[in-house]
């Protein structure tokens, strides 16, 4: 028999439920210029579309959070040190009419490798393993979700450089990295989170197998591949558009309306899921009583979207 764990001191225990008690969960209100980069259409139109819960953090994760705004604090500290002037902190990044949304590290002159160039700052912490990795092929292999980050950033602000300096939490270890602005990526970066935004329903799936690698830990597995259902907010209504002429802003076209933040989390009674989202087959639809009809996958009954609306 296995010896049984130690449990975890009451001490501890206290202070991850402190943590957690003192947590927020929020919805973005648009793709995060750290995800954008993502491999999976799919996975950032659920994103933008607040089909899944919010997720909850544990108590020893949001620690770790908070050890990462520390390092951040460091590593300025760290660039102040050797005459490197930082400034431009937590900048806003706002692209895709403010649809894909962000804020930078930082910008800096004085880097020293090119102490004339403008820089974008991009700051990381990583573990050994993920360091190693990061040394031998550099940020654009190892780290594309950050190496989107750096292009989406320089093309927000129009600078041509970023340095990407990474910490590693086991060791101390650092690492720099001076990228380059890829014009030609970032474009075609820009154009596939454009078709994403615009998309009325969900981009095909990176793979159909329900066991593929980047699906498994994915936040929006059940409601991609095990047919569970969406959240119900005014981005999972089949009558909400992201309007593509203001601050990433909505509107409703069923009441002919903009569509305030708060207004997209409660949604109203004229919900109607976006028939992509609903685990079934559409059969039917009635303007006139403003309802649709699906047969459920699961168990083969009939379901009426809007029947018991008020």
């Not at 001191?9 to 995800?35: F, H, M, N, P, Q």
């Not at 780290?143 to 590693?168: I, W």
Request: proline share 5%; with cysteine.
């Amino acid at each position: 028999m296995a010896p049984l764990p130690r449990p975890q001191a009451s001490t501890v225990t206290a202070i991850y439920a402190a943590y957690e008690a003192a947590a927020e969960s929020w919805d973005s209100l648009g793709i995060s210029v750290g995800e954008a980069n993502a491999s999976c259409d799919r996975q950032l139109w659920y994103n933008f579309r607040w089909c899944s819960p919010l997720e909850k953090h544990h108590g020893r994760q949001l620690r770790l959070f908070a050890t990462g705004n520390l390092e951040e604090e460091r590593l300025v500290e760290d660039l102040l040190r050797i005459g490197v002037d930082v400034y431009g902190q937590q900048d806003r990044i706002r692209l895709v009419q403010g649809h894909v949304r962000g804020k930078c590290d930082g910008k800096a002159m004085g880097v020293v490798e090119a102490p004339k160039t403008e820089h974008l700052l991009e700051f990381k912490s990583s573990n050994a393993k993920g360091m190693k990795a990061i040394i031998k092929d550099g940020c654009k292999v190892a780290k594309p979700l950050h190496f989107g980050q750096c292009q989406l950033g320089m093309h927000a602000f129009g600078l041509s450089r970023a340095l990407y300096l990474v910490s590693c939490k086991d060791d101390d270890t650092l690492y720099a990295e001076r990228i380059e602005y890829d014009a030609e990526f970032t474009l075609r970066l820009l154009a596939r989170l454009e078709r994403v935004i615009n998309s009325p329903s969900p981009p095909s799936r990176i793979s159909e197998k329900p066991d593929w690698f980047e699906c498994l830990f994915c936040r929006h597995k059940d409601v991609c591949k095990e047919d569970a259902w969406p959240r119900v907010t005014c981005r999972s209504c089949l009558y909400s558009t992201p309007e593509m002429g203001g601050d990433g802003h909505w509107s409703c076209g069923r009441f002919s309306k903009p569509i305030s933040f708060e207004e997209q989390k409660a949604a109203c009674p004229a919900h109607l899921h976006i028939p992509a989202l609903v685990p079934g087959e559409q059969i039917d639809c009635d303007e006139a009583a403003e309802t649709v009809s699906y047969k459920l996958r699961r168990t083969g009954e009939i379901w009426i979207d809007g029947a018991t609306n008020a």
